[in-house]
T-cell receptor
Framework: AQKITQTQPGMFVQEKEAVTLDCTYD???????LFWYKQPSSGEMIFLIY??????QNATEGRYSLNFQKARKSANLVISASQLGDSAMYFC?????????????FGSGTRLLVRP | DADVTQTPRNRITKTGKRIMLECSQT?????MYWYRQDPGLGLRLIYY???????NKGEISDGYSVSRQAQAKFSLSLESAIPNQTALYFC???????????????FGPGTRLTVL
């Protein structure tokens, strides 16, 4: 079964420090995409970063990087130099490309609170 | 202007009422999705459409129907709303994966629906 696990329901980080949000996934497919989304208190879902299963290098987008360890089936999000505006829910998601719907399978999320 | 818009943004209705949620996109994407999010959970797929003539059920389609009126418009209907359909509803769009493509899904702002 395809599944995303986020084991940290909530986390705190001090402003300007780095933080790692954990994500592990379970799939028997060889081809898949991994995504992170941010959901602030206003409710919208904001795309942050993507990693393909065949990508050899870890993805980076500004202050976001994805620590992809394929053998361990983990796709942790690293946020460097945290800002107060980073306080939000963060969802890890996967698209198994053998699934004809290309749907996103979501984890249960991690709530991040950045302290001033 | 937002690339993916949803109307209404908030709606309160009564059990048994018919309600329609609308989604429009200016991204020119072929694929459109409807998800629902229940409190404290990730998103689950209701319906998806890969073009105007293509409609497919997702994992939780019971009690819902959809209409793809045009490439840019995808509506979700609750024929007879019930309280356990109270949730946050998201529309999303994506482009088909090309060689090396990501099929990233971009979300609308969400519709908060309450069924009394």
């Amino acid at each position: 079964a395809q599944k995303i696990t986020q084991t940290q329901p909530g986390m705190f980080v001090q402003e300007k420090e780095a933080v790692t949000l954990d994500c592990t996934y379970d799939t028997s497919d060889q081809s898949y995409g991994l995504f992170w989304y941010k959901q602030p208190s206003s409710g919208e879902m904001i795309f942050l970063i993507y990693q393909g299963s065949y990508d050899e290098q870890n993805a980076t987008e500004g202050r976001y990087s994805l620590n992809f360890q394929k053998a361990r089936k983990s796709a942790n999000l690293v946020i460097s130099a945290s800002q107060l505006g980073d306080s939000a829910m963060y969802f890890c998601a996967m698209t198994p490309w053998m699934d004809s719907s290309y749907k996103l399978i979501f984890g249960s999320g991690t709530r991040l609170l950045v302290r001033p | 202007d937002a690339d993916v818009t949803q109307t209404p943004r908030n709606r309160i209705t009564k059990t048994g009422k018919r309600i329609m949620l609308e989604c429009s996109q200016t991204k020119g994407h072929d694929r459109m999705y409807w998800y629902r999010q229940d409190p404290g959970l990730g998103l689950r797929l209701i319906y998806y459409s890969f073009d105007v003539k293509d409609i497919n059920k997702g994992e939780i389609s019971d009690g819902y129907s959809v209409s793809r009126q045009a490439q840019a418009k995808f509506s979700l209907s609750l024929e007879s709303a019930i309280p356990n359909q109270t949730a946050l509803y998201f529309c999303a769009t994506s482009d088909p994966p090309r060689t090396g493509g990501t099929d990233t899904q971009y979300f609308g702002p969400g519709t908060r629906l309450t069924v009394l």
